[in-house]
């Protein structure tokens, strides 16, 4: 017995036809307010209020042309002495959490002791450490100095790889490259699944543990745009951190003259990731 | 045409439809301005508000010491290094910065350290100069300098 007023067959139907006949108008109609009205009765802010353009996030941006920019940092291993103004620098301009374990830029400090005694070895052990990112400066290493064959200071900070295996791991296209080349996470659209922390070989993602999204170095994005340096690179007391643009000859200059001057060189090229980040006088412990 | 047939195309009409219209509902507006994301969310991270205030900033009122810091040893640090963030201070110089104090933070640089570059000048405080401060002998702005009495 059919107690229904019309069967399975003919609401399908119907719901097919109505559902088409608005994909058309949506589709096809001149006046995309007319649509959404037509789709979305009531207020309207229920379905399109997705991602509004807001005043101020408008009027950011005045001057800059995204495409017409291609940021590029290198490092000089051999000038950085570890006092962490950087890491300072980056937490304050960035509102990063103020605990370990979440950087966006840090320090590390590798100790390679020497051989031991008898040993044909050219080095002993590598030891690496960063205490709380190196922010509040390196206390003596845990290695005596009169063991130490030589020490150094490596500062981390994303490599805003061209090929970047973050972006690939991303399932809801969360992260992204931008045309001045730096590589960014959207927190509307990050699920903080983490795939992308998992990804990075170098360990420059955390999940921030107050938004559940995944965050990164930026570059300092809100700084660039506005033409000054990266907090990191404005601090860096030895200039160890070189900051320019490769599509404006003025302000890649001091970029070129580092790479003319230095061997340079990315971290773990082998993984194919072609990092942005460029270092002078790696030494071949540094991962 | 067939019943069966004509089911088919209404049925696939629909999920056509019902995917067209669901894009053009949730996909934002400024989706594929710039790439596969939203080219708003380039515009909200520009939107953050600068701490920093940058050096450029600071010689706009005091040029006189950025320039006499620019021939000195010091030169190529910031004064945000030492200084601390002062963008507050540039945008309302009611807002004093607030004070450094040495030795602790002169060693932060200078302390002896072995994985420090080997040119770079570092000391032992107790070798050095004991419980002294720095500025009694070195003008932070002009280390070279003889220090102001």
């Keep these: ?287 | 045409m067939p019943p069966q047939i004509n089911r088919l195309v209404v049925l696939t009409l629909a999920i056509v439809g019902a995917y067209f219209a669901a894009r053009a509902v949730l996909r934002p507006k400024s989706f594929g301005e710039y790439g596969w994301y939203r080219g708003d969310s380039l515009r909200e991270l520009t939107a953050l508000t600068v701490t920093y205030a940058g050096k450029a900033a600071c010689a706009d009122c005091h040029g006189e010491l950025v320039e006499k810091m620019s021939q000195s040893k010091h030169r190529s640090i910031a004064c945000e290094s030492c200084h601390g963030a002062n963008g507050e201070h540039a945008e309302s110089p009611a807002i004093t910065p607030k004070k450094i104090t040495p030795p602790q933070f002169c060693l932060r640089c200078h302390q002896a350290n072995p994985a420090r570059p080997e040119k770079f000048p570092q000391v032992d405080k107790a070798e050095h100069f004991g419980e002294d401060k720095c500025t009694d002998c070195h003008q932070p702005h002009s280390p070279t300098d003889a220090p102001k009495k």
């Design chain 1, 1 to 287: 017995m059919n107690t229904h007023l019309i069967n399975r067959r003919q609401a399908i139907g119907g719901l097919g036809k109505v559902l088409g006949g608005m994909a058309a108008i949506i589709h096809f109609h001149p006046c995309p307010a007319i649509a959404e009205n037509a789709l979305a009765p009531g207020p309207k802010k229920s379905v399109s209020s997705n991602t509004p353009p807001s005043p101020a996030a408008a009027q950011s941006l005045p001057n800059y042309d995204p495409t017409a920019h291609d940021w590029t940092m290198a490092i000089d291993v051999e000038k950085c002495i570890g006092c962490g103004l950087c890491v300072e620098a980056c937490k304050q301009e960035n509102k990063v959490i103020r605990q370990p374990f979440y950087f966006r830029t840090w320090i590390e400090r590798y100790v390679i002791r020497k051989p031991e005694a008898g040993s044909s070895e050219m080095r002993g052990e590598t030891v690496v450490d960063s205490p709380n990112g190196g922010m509040d400066g390196f206390p003596p290493s845990a290695v005596p100095p009169s063991e130490i064959l030589k020490a150094f200071f490596v500062p981390k900070l994303c490599n805003h790889c061209k090929d970047s295996p973050c972006i690939q791991s991303c399932p809801v296209g969360a992260t992204f490259d931008t045309p001045d080349g730096v590589v960014l996470v959207d927190p509307k659209y990050c699920i903080g699944c983490g795939f992308c922390i998992q990804a990075c070989p170098y360990g420059c993602r955390f999940l921030n543990p107050v938004t559940r999204t995944a965050e990164k170095c930026t570059l300092c994005y809100h700084r660039i745009t506005r033409g000054l340096n990266p907090a990191c690179v404005e601090v860096c007391p030895t200039s160890a951190r070189f900051f320019g643009d490769l599509k404006d000859p003025v302000k890649a200059e001091p970029l070129r003259r580092f790479v003319s001057e230095h061997k340079v060189q990315v971290l773990k090229p082998h993984l194919g990731t072609h990092p942005k980040l460029l270092y002078a006088g790696l030494d071949k412990e540094v991962r």
